[in-house]
């Protein structure tokens, strides 16, 4: 089992940058697939980007593509989504989330999911 904390989001500019971090407990983490998801108001919670166990693969939305990027630390049990060029648009709580089968894309199954963290950005 793993627990999931995130941190990092706030309010930005449209056009501004946040890096939004997720700690993971237990020393498995290196067997879990990663994702970050993001729930807008009146929306379904979506699959923004996704990482392989060893950090070789990800997947990106094509609403991200080019402005947010995934990394990880399996030393440090953590992932990092760094969102650059924000938009409006990009407005939502986001999700971290674990694959205890090692998938990272939508067709995923993730079993767990930290709390969330709200990112708002300002027009």
């Known amino acids: 089992q793993v627990q999931l904390v995130e941190s990092g989001g706030g309010l930005v500019q449209a056009g501004g940058s946040l890096r939004l971090s997720c700690a993971a407990s237990g020393r498995t983490f290196s067997s879990y697939g990663m994702g970050w998801f993001r729930q807008a108001p009146g929306k379904e919670r979506e699959l923004v980007v996704g990482i392989s166990r060893s950090g070789g693969r990800v997947y990106y939305a094509d609403s991200v593509k080019g402005r947010f990027a995934i990394s990880r630390d399996n030393a440090k049990n953590t992932v990092y989504l760094q969102m650059n060029s924000l938009k409006p648009e990009d407005t939502a709580v986001y999700y971290c989330?674990?694959?205890?089968?090692?998938?990272?894309?939508?067709?995923?199954?993730?079993?767990?999911w930290g709390q969330g963290t709200q990112v708002t950005v300002s027009s």
């Open positions: 989330a674990a694959g205890s089968y090692g998938g990272y894309t939508p067709h995923s199954v993730f079993d767990y």
